[in-house]
Nanobody, 124 residues
Framework: QVQLLESGGGSVQAGGSLRLSCTAS????????MGWFRQAPGKEREAVAA????????HYEDSMKGRFTISQDNAKNTVYLQMNNLRPEDTAVYYC?????????????????WGQGTQVTVSE
């Protein structure tokens, strides 16, 4: 059973930065992609970014391009989400997700395992 351990959330002021980490363990077979999603109160879960773990290609939702960077450390089975120039509208619970399949990164059904979520709060 795949387990995802997230860390790095917190509270920052607008314009600040945070880095989220997600370490995967317990999986068999190969990882095809790891993603980050977020969910704000009263809103649906939305994709933030993903990385194709075999070749390292990255994918972002348009509103995150230029501010967020996803990266990986394969030796540590860990992906990171560097978030810069944070805005109050980035406030949400951020979830890491693991997928053993190819396909669109922004579709939650692509992912078989999810982290517990980490809160990110951005104040004015």
């Amino acid at each position: 059973q795949v387990q995802l351990l997230e860390s790095g959330g917190g509270s920052v002021q607008a314009g600040g930065s945070l880095r989220l980490s997600c370490t995967a363990s317990g999986y068999t077979g190969s990882t095809k992609k790891m993603g980050w999603f977020r969910q704000a109160p009263g809103k649906e879960r939305e994709a933030v970014a993903a990385i194709s773990t075999e070749i390292g290609s990255t994918h972002y939702e348009d509103s995150m391009k230029g501010r967020f960077t996803i990266s990986q450390d394969n030796a540590k089975n860990t992906v990171y989400l560097q978030m810069n120039n944070l805005r109050p509208e980035d406030t949400a619970v951020y979830y890491c997700a693991w997928s053993p399949r190819y396909g669109p990164f922004y579709v939650p059904a692509q992912y078989d395992a999810w982290g517990q979520g980490t809160q990110v709060t951005v104040s004015e």
